[in-house]
């Protein structure tokens, strides 16, 4: 069997020891955009901010930012059109972070504090696809 690669990238959930026990020196972690929508809805409901049609809501407009992005990688690397992927991954980070603060006002620290914690995980995929790598966005 081979070993893990100084400069790998590992996809998966917000699995917190997972993420730690792999991060070091130039390895990266793609958060598995499926499991975005799903966590942010869990710890929107332990919130207990919202009625379930607003976390739907807001679940679903992280999760098309996301696919957004992930559209644009796809439709753009090819193309090797890196501004296009650079702008995209830009306006996605400021989506998310605006949605963290507007969580965090409205008495949503669960969820505020992990969107912010995960944004970055969640383009690693695209900036590697300014380099002309790819990695699984799930």
């Known amino acids: 069997t081979e070993a893990i690669t100084d400069d790998a990238t590992v996809v998966s959930d917000a699995e917190n020891a997972l993420v730690d026990a792999f991060e070091n020196g130039d390895r990266s972690h793609q958060l598995n955009l499926v499991h975005v929508g799903r966590t942010l809805g869990y710890k929107l409901w332990k919130d207990d901010a919202f009625p379930l049609s607003e976390r739907k809501a807001i679940v679903s407009g992280v999760t098309n930012d996301l696919f ?71």
């Open 68 to 138: 957004h992005l992930k559209n644009s990688v796809a439709l753009h690397a090819p193309r090797n059109e890196r501004w296009a992927i650079r702008e995209r991954i830009d306006q996605t980070l400021e989506n998310l972070r605006k949605e963290a603060w507007r969580l965090e006002c409205q008495d949503s620290p669960k969820a505020a504090t992990d969107l912010r914690e995960w944004a970055e995980a969640t383009v690693t995929f695209a900036e590697f696809a300014l380099d002309q790598q790819q990695v699984p966005w799930t």
